[in-house]
């Protein structure tokens, strides 16, 4: 059987990376592409398409400017495919607050004489005012003119609310954006799917985030062509949802974190109805450690035989293996991540005090960033080793290998990792490692030093065995990356497709009329 064509939904995409999940996808579409998946990647936030050149990238900014691939030559959506209604059209038109009137009126004229040239998105910015930030701004601007409200809001043809807006004194891009508002939204709560406003990244209001991204999903998947959906984590279940309605195809989810991961206990209700929702809605569910594989069963009720493991990979750059060394005086302790509940990093900072009181030409650096960032900072301070700690705050690019190259010993303390790509990362660089017993990644990793997160006398005890004893430090080093060689994206791929070809068979025996109900 060929390999399946896959509409994949993913939250991030170098060079948009905040944690391990933008590194997933890339790898994994890599290696995908490589077993002969054509595959097609939608982002709720425009990227730099030079790191995906192997594979089809959707954004709104590239819905709007009629390509989404890396070469530039995916044609437009004919206009006429798409929009059934001048209310349509009105809701589709590009909405800036600073444009003249001038070149608002221009769009304005197009729109009222039917001949819009393409679709573009309804992008009002950033705002935390709601689904349309500008509403109240709005209304306020149409009270100061005087017009009674019912004049227009009650009218069904758009030309003629623009008519007697613009007749009103309202400026022309306020006036599109009430059409809008009133013709397709009379509570101006929901955008409609034709007029999504993103803005990708992890701030604001991320259910409706979810809702807006489904919907993006939902209008630019009506010309692509896909055998499965491949969605990733939370914030794109609803996408894969709505898609499975739609089309028929399987969807397959790819649980990267779970709520109790990111929260511990107190986790957020509404995201867990979402994750819940989405894993019990999906014909397959893809865990990327046995450790999250049983959180499923146990937090989520899934049945053990409705999901795969999927280890994830690293890709290592043959190159980077021979970055020298930065000689200096101290010794290097690493910890490489975000600075969050999850990642464990008072544990870290507890591990160091007990060190830095037997072994003092130590230097522990902290690489990343996160809601306790302020927090480890000043529980360094409080311990009286803030000296002997350096935060660079976040990495990307050329400075990843940079800080490896420093270290002796990478740490992840981690309270609930359900993977873990970094240390396999840090093996990659001939780093030794220790890691958390409760993550992903210790199942996988046999030359790695493990550690319960809470025991941070057994974690001290150990970073001092590795700096101390060269022969330790060296097969740590030796083994690791041999062994971290194995563990590959390729791999990865394959149990995908696995995991593909059972869905799209489990779907093939389900009557049409039951699927996804």
Known sequence: MSAPSV????WEFPPFITGGLGTACH??????KEAGCDVTFVLPRAVDHSHASHVRLVS????????STSDAKWA????????????????SIDVHAADSPA???????????????????????????GAYGSVARTREVLRQSGT?????????????MMARLIASGVEPALAWEQVVIDQVLPEAATPPAHAVMLTGGYEG??????????QFCVQSARELNFDIIHAHDWLTYPAGLALARLTGRPLVVHVHATEFDRSGTHVNQQVYNIERRGMHGAVRVMAVSNLTRNLLVNRYGLSPNKIDVVYNGVELEPASYGIKRIERGERIVLYFGRITMQKGPEYFVRAAKRVLEVEKNVRFVVAGSGDLASSMIEMAASLGIGGKMTFTGFLRGRDIPRVFSMADLYVMPSVSEPFGIAPLEAMGHR?????????????????????????????ANKIVAVLRHPPLRAELRDRGLFEVRGITWDGAAKRCITSYQSAMNAVRRIPAGLRHG
Request: aromatic letters at 4%.
């Open 431 to 459: 780093v030794p490692v220790i890691i958390s017993r409760n993550s992903g990644v210790s199942e996988v990793l046999t030359h790695a030093l493990k550690v319960d997160f809470w025991d941070v006398d057994d974690m």
């Open 7 to 10: 509409l994949m939904l993913g």
């Open 148 to 160: 009674p409200l019912e004049e227009w809001s009650g009218a069904s043809d758009p030309r003629t």
């Open 60 to 67: 709104p900014e590239d819905l709007a400017t009629g390509c």
């Open 76 to 91: 437009p959506v004919p206009a006429a495919r798409i929009i059934e209604s001048t209310a349509e059209a009105a809701a």
């Open 205 to 214: 209001d991320l259910v409706l985030a979810a809702e807006r991204y489904a």
């Open 103 to 129: 070149s608002a009126r221009a769009r304005q004229e197009a729109l009222l004489r039917g001949t819009p040239e393409r679709i573009d998105i309804l992008r009002l910015g950033s705002t935390n005012e």
């Open 27 to 32: 790898g994994l579409t890599r290696a995908l």
